[in-house]
């Protein structure tokens, strides 16, 4: 079974940081794609940053050069450093995980519960 845990968000000022974190069980890293996402009220959720088992990122354009997705295998943890946060950027921030590169796209089979950003001016 595998379970995806999100933690890390917060409310910050514009220009602020957050780093989120995805603790993942029964994940095999063996061939996988992870992605984080993030839905704001009243908006489609959509693909922030994704690393795939290569180690190739993709990110949104909007939020290239301030994120920064990575992987760490040892402790089975995705992470989303955050930097030069702005309020468009609020909005409740998942993980997700497959054995496919779906990169950006929202086909994942595995979630997490999500973690709420809220950036205020």
């Known amino acids: 079974q595998v379970q995806l845990v999100e933690s890390g968000g917060g409310s910050v000022h514009s220009g602020g940081s957050l780093r989120l974190s995805c603790a993942t069980f029964g994940y095999s890293y063996i061939s996988y794609c992870m992605g984080w996402f993030r839905q704001a009220p009243g908006k489609e959720r959509e693909g922030v940053a994704a690393i795939d088992s290569n180690g190739s990122t993709s990110y949104a354009d909007s939020v290239k050069g301030r994120f920064t997705i990575s992987l760490d295998n040892a402790k089975n943890t995705l992470y989303l450093q955050m930097n030069s946060l702005k309020p468009e950027d609020t909005a409740m921030y998942y993980c997700?995980?497959?054995?496919?590169?779906?990169?950006?796209?929202?086909?994942?089979?595995?979630w997490g519960q999500g973690t709420q950003v809220t950036v205020s001016s």
């Open positions: 997700a995980a497959d054995f496919v590169n779906y990169g950006l796209r929202l086909e994942y089979n595995y």
